[in-house]
């Protein structure tokens, strides 16, 4: 239980989950702090046909500086033209239970974390709506006590964003990109060695190459001194890297999420 309320934390506050798009209009505090709940509904695996449930606190935090955001996701305006932004994005997973029959007689996946460099550029824009190009480049880490890498996946992406132009007004996301990885962050996930060889599961030595097609949604806004925000993911496998692994038994996953914050100060 410790570990699944340590990942969901991540997921929320940094991970990319959330909407991750700074708010940019005046008016708006720099510092804000608060605290809220959290619960997620993910597979137990990217695809795996169990589901998990879980429940946790989060710290809630933003901050909107001349250069540096930190607005459920964190950004930094390094170049001098408004189209073009560095940010840092982030993904996670929870680690699989002990109980899933697909991974029966291996070893347990632990939660991870994946972050690095996003180079974004805005194509297009009209009022509050924009088009950007996303390339974001993350680095993977499992944790259990330890942090070990896992290997690197890159997910280029477009994405259709919805401003807020006053405080409480929604703040909308939508991406649909393609997600690819090397082998060794496939094969965290993915691979079936000698000794885990069943009937139902041969062997498997995953590669590097396309992980599928992701498309996600994400909103949050103010009522008052409280915050919602919430995600739908949507992940299809067909004709991946990864589809012929054993461990595959669902090519189409849906992983959501709902937060609820109380802010507390405003700055």
């Not at 942090?147 to 405080?167: M, Y």
């Not at 409480?168 to 393609?178: E, H, R």
């Not at 599928?212 to 915050?227: H, N």
Request: contains cysteine; hydrophobic residues 35%; charged residues 20%.
């Amino acid at each position: 239980m410790i570990r699944n309320l340590g990942l969901a934390v991540l997921l929320v506050t940094g991970c990319g989950l959330l909407p991750v798009h700074a708010d940019h209009y005046p008016g708006h505090a720099k510092l804000e702090w608060g605290l809220g709940m959290v619960a997620l509904s993910a597979p137990d695996f990217l695809g795996s046909r169990y589901t998990q449930n879980q429940i946790a606190p989060f710290p809630y935090i933003k901050y909107r500086g001349d250069f540096l955001y930190v607005d459920e996701g964190i950004e930094g305006r390094l170049f001098k033209s408004p189209d073009l932004l560095l940010a840092i994005s982030g993904n996670g997973s929870l680690p699989s239970p002990d109980d899933n029959p697909e991974r029966e007689g291996m070893e347990e996946l632990d939660a991870t974390v994946e972050l690095g460099p996003s180079l974004e550029y805005r194509a297009w824009s009209d009022g509050p709506q924009e088009v950007w190009l996303e390339l974001p480049l993350r680095y993977g880490f499992r944790i259990n006590g330890s942090v070990d890498s896992i290997g690197r996946s890159v997910n280029p992406r477009f994405s259709w964003r919805l401003n807020p132009q006053q405080k409480y007004d929604w703040k909308l996301k939508f991406t649909a990109g393609v997600l690819f990885a090397d082998n060794r962050f496939h094969g965290y996930f993915y691979n079936v060695n000698a000794d885990e060889v069943t009937a139902t599961r041969p062997f498997y030595e995953a590669d590097g190459g396309r992980s599928g097609l992701r498309f996600d949604f994400t909103y949050s806004r103010r009522f008052g001194s409280a915050w919602l925000g919430g995600f739908f993911r949507y992940d299809n496998l067909d004709g991946s890297e990864i589809e012929s692994s054993p461990l595959v038994s669902e090519a189409d996953n849906l992983t959501a999420g709902l937060a609820l914050a109380w802010i507390l100060s405003e700055h």
